[in-house]
């Protein structure tokens, strides 16, 4: 199975602040590297796939790059909403694996 | 818009077997693959598997012999069974859209083992 890290596990952070989330991939997946949110209670909701693509109504804030074992999802200025747990997901081979989450909370 | 909705019981006895509903709406399930991932209290996320609406499927390894996943075209909906449940098998349990990465989720459901 591919192990997924991810850096920090929790950051906490001020409105418009720019937030860099980091998640490595333990052999290279090229760019299947996706991204989710999730809130309290709530279901993971899709930002990025794979690697880089929007995915639709997400808005344009969110960003991600990277390919091989090293990728980032960025925030260019958080907003009020975007507290929350973030997850990134390779989808290169089976199983398909998860991070183990970054929280994102107000400083 | 497509949408999913889990049902089925919310305590199980251990050793019995797990059963859930995912019934989709807004679109048809006779394309696309459909998946069953699981979240325990405070955890992370962990796939369980997938089928296609042919009826081809995907396990995790780490839960292939204990699962079973179908679906009921005429029904637009797909099933989990999860065999011998341990305490260990406490979580969230989310159905959700896609292949390789996942777009529309249902909204969740817990399923407690104990007796």
């Known amino acids: 199975d591919i192990q997924m890290t991810q850096s920090p596990s929790s950051l906490s952070a001020s409105v418009g602040d720019r937030v860099t989330i980091t998640c490595r991939a333990s052999?290279?997946?090229?760019?299947?590297l996706n991204w989710y949110q999730q809130k309290p209670g709530k279901a993971p909701k899709l930002l990025i796939y794979?690697?880089?693509s929007l995915q639709s109504g997400v808005p344009s804030r969110f960003s991600g790059s990277g390919s091989g074992t090293d990728f980032t999802l960025t925030i260019s200025s958080l907003q009020p909403e975007d507290f929350a747990t973030y997850y990134c997901q390779q989808s290169y081979s089976k199983p398909l694996t998860f991070g183990p989450g970054t929280k994102v909370d107000i400083k | 818009q497509v949408q999913l909705q889990e049902s089925g019981p919310g305590l199980v006895k251990p050793s019995e077997t797990l059963s859930l509903t995912c019934t989709v709406s807004?679109?048809?399930?006779?394309?696309?693959?459909w998946n069953w991932i699981r979240q325990p209290p405070g955890k992370g996320l962990e796939w369980i598997g997938y089928?296609?609406?042919?009826?081809?499927?995907n396990y995790n390894p780490s839960l292939k012999s204990r699962v079973t996943i179908s679906v009921d075209t005429s029904k637009n909906q797909f099933s989990l069974k999860l065999s011998s449940v341990t305490a260990a098998d406490t979580a969230v349990y989310y159905c959700?859209?896609?292949?390789?990465?996942?777009?529309?989720w249902g909204q969740g459901t817990l399923v407690t083992v104990s007796s």
């Open positions: 089928i296609y609406y042919s009826g081809s499927t």
């Open positions: 794979p690697a880089s």
């Open positions: 959700a859209s896609g292949e390789r990465w996942w777009d529309y």
């Open positions: 052999q290279s997946i090229i760019n299947y």
């Open positions: 807004g679109g048809s399930i006779s394309s696309y693959y």
